[in-house]
């Protein structure tokens, strides 16, 4: 069995949980958790694709290792252009919150047949979470990990309409929910904005936002 991180490990598991008939895997990159699933799941069909040659030619590598090149189909593509009608599960992880947006607001007449996105940006889960509820899916889990020093924020989102507060958007309406998994996430989040406002001068925009943030995540530590 492949060894892979707990980051991909959990966004594997959230893809594995549902029935699920077609995966693409976004920004494959080396391709390692598409293996993963399918050594987890030998029935879906997986579309591990990547805009850039070097990451796919480094995917090729590993799915052969695995014997598994007639099983994971490759794509040199950007976002979802032209994905087939049987995908029902969009991966998309380890990019930034601005590409993320851009390539499913972008591409959004190809998620036509798309029940789950599992979305994990390195970047403003905020926005992540704003902009793709605009598109027709609700929040259905979330999960954060701590891995080699950083945390990383997990969002499956399914088809549905549902309305969010302010502050559901930013401190996420199902990770709250468990502060024994989110605790030291938002203490770290509290603690690294508390230190960065210090160095704002008054009367700044950013001071303003940056002090409801910490607010609300005051409020959420202090639930534990
Ligand atoms: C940092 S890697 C993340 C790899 C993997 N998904 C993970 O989470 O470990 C980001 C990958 O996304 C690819 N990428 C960036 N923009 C893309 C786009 N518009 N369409 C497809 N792939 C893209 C990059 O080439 C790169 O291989």
Do not use: W
């Not at 069995?1 to 494959?28: F, H, P, Q, Y």
């Not at 990383?152 to 309409?161: A, L, P, Q, R």
């Amino acid at each position: 069995m492949i060894k892979i991180s707990n980051r991909l490990t959990t966004i594997a598991n959230l893809v594995l949980k549902e029935k699920t008939n077609g995966v693409i895997d976004v920004g494959c990159d080396h391709a390692l958790l598409d293996i993963y699933l399918l050594q987890n799941n030998n029935n879906i069909k997986i579309i591990a694709s990547d805009i850039n040659k070097l990451p796919l030619e480094s995917a090729k590598k590993n799915i052969e290792k695995y014997s598994f090149l007639n099983k994971i189909v490759l794509k040199e593509k950007d976002g979802l252009l032209g994905i087939e009608n049987d995908i029902d599960t969009v991966v998309i992880s380890g990019m930034g919150e601005e590409t993320i947006t851009k390539i499913l607001k972008r591409d959004k007449s190809y998620l036509k047949n798309v029940n789950r996105l599992i979305i994990s940006s390195n970047t403003n889960n905020y926005k992540v979470r704003r902009d793709i509820i605009e598109l027709g899916y609700l929040i259905k889990d979330e999960k954060v990990v701590f891995e080699e020093g950083k945390y990383y924020v997990i969002i499956e989102f399914t088809k549905g309409f549902k309305k969010y507060t302010n502050k559901e958007l930013y401190i996420g309406p199902i990770l709250k929910n468990d502060l024994n998994l989110s605790y030291n996430y938002y203490k770290y989040l509290f603690d690294k904005k508390s230190e960065i406002i210090k160095k704002i001068p008054d009367g700044n925009k950013e001071k303003e936002k940056l002090k409801k943030e910490i607010k609300l995540l005051e409020e959420t530590l202090l639930l534990k």
